[in-house]
């Protein structure tokens, strides 16, 4: 059949603001999760990452969150800037393996 | 430390052919993932090879395959190419030790089939 393109779901904010970033994960078995950013024409790019242990991690600007109650993963991004501008991935592993979510664009305007 | 270093950058071939894709992981990893990446699917698990051998293997035909080296350098390849495999390919290194499984991505090999 014919590929249809994922249609990303955008989040668009302005320099300065505090970004929220949000991923449901399915597998309630996993117990690691990896956000990473893609910018055009690169490879996804390794951010922050959580073990199912904890129910948040900070980094710098950026803050993890886990709700395994409801299978939520999001990732916060203080003070956002227009380099934050890119396509952001959950990732949920298990087994070494790891399945990524379908992927928010994010864009940043000045 | 450089990172992970995919060949070639772009492809173009045609229904039929075969490709090969390297990867060169981060000095010290001993995992490698491939991953394909595309706008309908998203990215999806190929395979994982540690020490030479494959340790995962995701839902893809036989046509897909992969090896690695006892460098931990690896090659994936495809044959008789469909127009459908015209993707990103993404190759990932680890350590894959119990303190640290991050996934570190090249920059991917762009395959067109034409």
């Known amino acids: 059949g014919e590929s249809v393109g994922l249609h990303l779901p955008t989040l668009s904010v302005q320099e300065g603001d505090n970004s929220i970033i949000n991923c449901a994960y399915s597998?309630?078995?996993?117990?690691?999760f990896i956000w990473y950013k893609q910018e055009s024409g690169k490879g996804p790019q390794f951010i922050i990452d959580i073990r199912s242990n904890m129910d948040k991690r900070q980094g710098q600007r950026v803050t993890v969150l886990l709700n395994k109650t409801v299978k939520h993963l999001s990732l916060q991004i203080a003070a956002t800037q227009p380099g934050d501008s890119a396509v952001y991935f959950c990732?949920?592993?298990?087994?070494?393996?790891?399945?990524f979510g379908k992927g928010t664009m994010l864009l940043v305007s000045p | 430390k450089a990172g992970v270093t995919q060949t070639p950058r772009y492809l173009i071939k045609t229904r039929g052919q075969q490709v090969t894709l390297s990867c060169s992981p981060i000095?010290?990893?001993?995992?490698v993932s491939w991953y394909q990446q595309t706008p309908g699917q998203g990215l999806q698990f190929l395979f994982e090879y540690f020490s030479e051998t494959q340790r995962n293997k995701g839902n893809f035909p036989g046509r897909f395959s992969g090896r690695q080296f006892s460098n931990s350098r690896s090659e994936m390849n495809v044959s008789t190419l469909e127009l459908g495999d015209s993707a990103l390919y993404l190759c990932a290194s680890s350590p894959r030790d119990s303190l640290n499984e991050k996934l570190f991505f090249g920059s991917g090999t762009q395959l067109s089939v034409l």
């Open positions: 990732a949920e592993m298990e087994y070494s393996t790891l399945t």
């Open positions: 000095s010290g990893h001993r995992s």
């Open positions: 597998n309630s078995a996993s117990d690691y």
